[in-house]
């Protein structure tokens, strides 16, 4: 299943790309896509593990760009 979160302060679209590789490298992730014009971070992932993953989302995001905030859309 799809889910859709909005992610604010992203510098530049190199930024968003390295973010994208990072979270497709989460166990549990089978896609993730990140738009850099429109904000946007879709991830495709195992439904029984969607909590843990987001938690692992939000991890990595801090630790690769610690000004980035991400909520649900």
């Known amino acids: ?9 992203l510098d530049c679209a ?3 790309a390295e973010l994208e590789r990072a979270i497709q490298k989460i166990e549990g992730v089978q ?3 990140i738009s850099f014009m429109t904000e946007k971070l879709v991830i ?6 969607r ?3 987001i938690k692992n989302i ?6 690769e760009e610690p000004d980035v905030d991400i909520e649900e859309a």
Do not use: Y
Request: net charge positive; glycine share 4%.
């Open 31 to 33: 896609s993730a896509s």
């Open 14 to 16: 190199n930024c968003a």
């Open 1 to 9: 299943m799809k889910n859709k979160f909005k992610i604010k302060g």
């Open 51 to 53: 909590d843990e993953i």
């Open 44 to 49: 495709e992932c195992d439904e029984t593990q």
């Open 58 to 63: 939000k991890k990595v995001i801090k630790r």
